[in-house]
């Protein structure tokens, strides 16, 4: 039998069905056979299946050609299921060699003929990726309630179906938990420590917002430093909302003992303390008589009155310090006296106390010329202003000083680098004392790897015997016995372990062999991460330290934030949201960028 090549401008690609021979007048094969099958299912009628799908379409009918147009149509615009699945849309290029399209519509388009019964269409995927779409912009969760939305969703699909408020908030915080638990994961198998810092966000409402963000270095030396909290507190001046920002982050991302916190709160836990002291001793008159007894007992001669401050008011707080810094003999010896005093401030604390009140002193000098009535002329303020440049110039020394010695171990993990320009920086910064600061970080650096060395035995021999008590609560609290790493010589494995490092002449430790081999040749681009990866095995201990040690935030200041002169402020509609949708989609959002 031989087909009438009957075609349409559209039907220019035939080929005949399964069995018959091809006619000179056929044209050429389309590309579309690549994806169809051509078979007879009756007298006069053949119909075209999905090789995907399995889908039938009609073809020929007696001798009527359906053309190739439905069939494009199929496997182009997304219909075909499986080559949706499969991420997968095809495109022909049109006789003459002009791109066929199928999305560009007839001359004559009826209404919706871009949709066909065919299509499969997926309410779940669309409310996931409408709440992707609320995260990843900072759209408000009721733009699914917006008509302009929803009829901008319904022309591209008639069958959308708008989720309600409750609905698009659950999925924004299925998208968040899930994230999370990914995020989760990799923490769990890192092999060195997550450094934190907190930043803090207010509000036009009562309350504020402490962001804590993460920075750590996973097993394949990639960098993170994701938002892994967003702690409402009260504000201003909850004296526990720091302290319990980091108590939520610590529980919720499993991270007790394996913390090193770089975040500014250690003063105000010791400001908290003092305040502490100090409201105990002014709650009742029975506290009072025992410190003025005490007081007359020890002899101390100070006439100044306990205050407790306005925690929104510095100066207050300067004056409470300072009044309790004069009677801190009696606040060290209290609990020998008053049974109901049990605040604890060691001699460290009174220091800090005392560094603090030193600094605030030319703060608040100068402040107080701001008071003065009428308004102060410009001249009388040189003079504080100086106070305070030359005391911040030595505070910034002593800062160095004291900084300086982290960052120069941080410069020693460099290859390029290691401990030369240490000593050509300090040669020039201290002069003739540059030797002794030099050996300070030199001796830091030996003695950081004898620490690390000592956890990694003791937790290598730890998991041999099946032990999972933690390194650092071994180290910090003596809690295992020493004759568990003791042989039947009576030398223990730990102390023939850290002879090599501190007694064997003749023995190089990893971290002398490091330092001794030539600097690594500086390139433009070098990255110092892929070099401590590739490097590892060779040096396992260094490179656990320098996994550390790299991922020190050197600011505890978010990267857009640097620049700011205020504290960021939260948004009324974002304060009106519950905490958990809140965290969810700054969280989310934050994990989502640093993909």
């Given at each position: 039998m031989e087909l009438d090549a009957h075609v349409t401008p559209d039907n220019n690609d035939v080929i005949p069905y399964s069995g018959t021979q091809p006619n000179k007048r056929m044209r050429k094969k389309s590309m579309v056979w690549e994806y169809f099958t051509v078979e007879a299912v009756g007298a006069g009628c053949t119909r075209a299946y999905c090789n995907q799908c399995k889908k039938s379409f009609s073809y020929i009918t007696d001798s009527k050609l359906a053309g190739t147009s439905h069939l494009k149509r199929h496997i182009s615009m997304g219909i075909c299921q499986v080559l949706r699945e499969k991420n997968q849309q095809i495109s022909y290029p049109k006789t003459g060699g002009s791109q066929y399209n199928a999305n560009t519509p007839k001359k004559r388009p009826r209404e919706n003929s871009r949709f066909t019964t065919g299509i499969s269409f997926d309410q779940e995927r669309c409310n996931h990726d409408v709440a992707k779409m609320i995260i990843l912009h900072d759209y408000p969760l009721h733009i699914v309630k917006q008509q302009g939305f929803i009829d901008f969703l319904r022309i591209l699909q008639p069958q959308f179906n708008p989720s309600c408020l409750n609905s698009i908030e659950r999925d924004c915080i299925a998208i968040y938990l899930g994230k999370k638990q990914n995020m989760l994961n990799v923490i769990n198998v890192i092999p060195g420590q997550v450094n934190l810092t907190l930043e803090l966000w207010t509000s036009n409402q009562a309350m504020g917002y402490v962001f804590v963000r993460g920075h750590f270095i996973d097993n394949d030396w990639n960098l993170h430093r994701p938002i892994l909290n967003v702690v409402t507190v009260p504000f201003p001046g909850s004296e526990d909302s720091l302290n319990q920002t980091l108590v939520t982050c610590l529980s919720d991302w499993h991270l007790e003992g394996r913390l090193a916190a770089d975040a500014l709160w250690a003063m105000r836990e010791t400001i908290s303390k003092v305040r502490d002291s100090v409201k105990h001793v002014k709650s009742s008159e029975t506290h009072k008589e025992k410190f003025i007894d005490l007081k007359q007992h020890l002899q101390v001669p100070s006439m100044v009155n306990l205050s407790i401050d306005d925690p929104c008011?510095?100066?207050?707080?300067?004056?409470?310090?300072?009044?309790?810094?004069?009677?801190?003999?009696?606040?060290?010896?209290?609990?020998?006296?008053?049974?109901?005093?049990?605040?604890?401030?060691?001699?460290?604390?009174?220091?800090?106390?005392?560094?603090?009140?030193?600094?605030?002193?030319?703060?608040?000098?100068?402040?107080?010329?701001?008071?003065?009535?009428?308004?102060?002329?410009?001249?009388?303020?040189?003079?504080?202003?100086?106070?305070?440049?030359?005391?911040?110039?030595?505070?910034?020394?002593?800062?160095?000083?004291?900084?300086?010695?982290?960052?120069?171990?941080?410069?020693?993990?460099?290859?390029?680098?290691?401990?030369?320009?240490?000593?050509?920086?300090?040669?020039?910064?201290?002069?003739?004392?540059?030797?002794?600061?030099?050996?300070?970080?030199?001796?830091?650096?030996?003695?950081?790897?004898?620490?690390?060395?000592?956890?990694?035995?003791?937790?290598?021999?730890?998991?041999?015997?099946?032990?999972?008590?933690?390194?650092?609560?071994?180290?910090?609290?003596?809690?295992?016995d020493c004759s568990l790493f003791v042989d039947d010589d009576g030398l223990s494995d730990y102390e023939f372990y850290i002879s090599d490092f501190t007694g064997n002449p003749q023995f190089k430790s990893e971290l002398e062999e490091y330092l001794e081999e030539p600097l690594l040749t500086s390139v433009e681009e070098f990255d110092i991460l892929s070099w401590w990866r590739v490097n590892g095995l060779k040096y396992p201990t260094l490179s656990r330290i320098a996994s550390d040690i790299l991922s020190l935030p050197v600011s505890t200041l978010s990267a857009d934030s640097v620049f700011d002169t205020q504290i960021r402020k939260m948004d009324s509609y974002r304060s009106s949201l519950s905490s958990l949708t809140l965290e969810a989609l700054i969280c989310a959002k934050d994990w989502f960028q640093s993909e």
């Open positions: 008011k510095w100066d207050t707080t300067y004056h409470m310090l300072v009044a309790a810094c004069e009677l801190k003999e009696i606040f060290i010896c209290l609990d020998t006296t008053d049974s109901d005093y049990r605040t604890t401030l060691t001699m460290d604390d009174w220091k800090m106390v005392e560094t603090l009140c030193t600094y605030l002193k030319y703060l608040y000098d100068a402040a107080k010329i701001l008071t003065q009535q009428p308004y102060p002329t410009s001249n009388l303020f040189f003079a504080e202003v100086s106070k305070i440049q030359v005391e911040l110039t030595q505070s910034f020394d002593q800062y160095w000083r004291e900084s300086c010695i982290i960052l120069a171990i941080a410069v020693a993990m460099d290859p390029r680098h290691k401990m030369k320009l240490v000593e050509f920086t300090f040669a020039k910064t201290f002069g003739e004392n540059a030797g002794a600061w030099i050996k300070i970080v030199e001796d830091g650096l030996r003695d950081l790897f004898i620490e690390y060395s000592t956890q990694m035995f003791l937790k290598a021999t730890n998991d041999d015997d099946g032990d999972d008590i933690m390194i650092k609560e071994t180290c910090q609290e003596d809690s295992i």
